[in-house]
């Protein structure tokens, strides 16, 4: 790879880090609004001796391990983000090299 490919590479993986970061703080309104239903569910399943699960048919039985189940979410997108913007911050370095 040239150093034209690499620059070219580090400016796209920069742009993309910093598009999921910024969708994902824009999304945070609305996932407020989302955990806020799954705790009214949760309270509602509560009263019929019902319990709430994840993706994975985990449990979810009290309001700290809902809010930890909507904070991976973020997790994810945090480290993707991450990920893709140091990743093109290296290749910036080695095109300079």
Partial sequence: MDKHHLELASSIL???????????ALLAVRRTYEERG?????KAANKAHGVNVDAQGN???????????FAQRSVIAARIGFLSMALG?????????
Avoid at 38 to 42: F, M, R
Avoid at 59 to 69: D, E, G, N, T, V
Avoid at 89 to 97: E, G, S, T
């Fill in 38 to 42: 799954a705790e009214a569910a949760q």
């Fill in 14 to 24: 920069g742009f993309l880090g910093g598009s999921v970061l910024s969708l994902d």
């Fill in 89 to 97: 911050f290296l290749l910036d370095v080695i095109a300079k090299w």
């Fill in 59 to 69: 449990p979810i039985r009290s309001a700290y391990k809902l809010r930890l189940w």
